[in-house]
């Protein structure tokens, strides 16, 4: 046992009312297939996502001073959905130039 916590330290329950002991013993890393990431299961997974960077950060210790930062204005979410819909034209971008890419090295084999 660790002395002190680390952020990734907590609980969680579900809808039924299990409660469960959440420890992360390793730093691993998991990849999930873009073609799953749809519809509602894209939306479930950002909420997760979401709610995990909240928890971690609220459990930092200085939840306080990131919500003064926030402020109650919507202009953070704003500039978050900003960032994502530039981020997903610059990643449309960059996979067309990348098929391209595989397509003139196909032609030339």
Not at 3 to 13: E, K, R, Y
Not at 72 to 96: C, N, P, V, W
Request: aromatic share 10%; glycine share 8%.
């Amino acid at each position: 046992m660790k002395c002190a916590s680390d952020i990734f330290l907590g609980w969680a329950s579900d809808d039924a009312g299990h409660h469960y002991y959440v420890r992360q013993l390793r730093d691993m890393k998991t990849n999930l297939s873009m073609d799953f990431l749809q519809g509602q299961v894209l939306l479930n997974f950002a909420d997760m996502c979401g709610w995990a960077l909240a928890r971690g950060h609220a459990k930092s210790g200085k939840a306080p001073h990131l919500c003064g930062y926030i402020g109650k204005s919507a202009q953070l979410d704003e500039a978050i959905a900003d960032f994502a819909r530039h981020m997903r034209t610059s990643g449309e971008k960059d996979y067309a130039l990348f098929q391209q890419a595989i397509a003139r090295a196909a032609s030339r084999s």
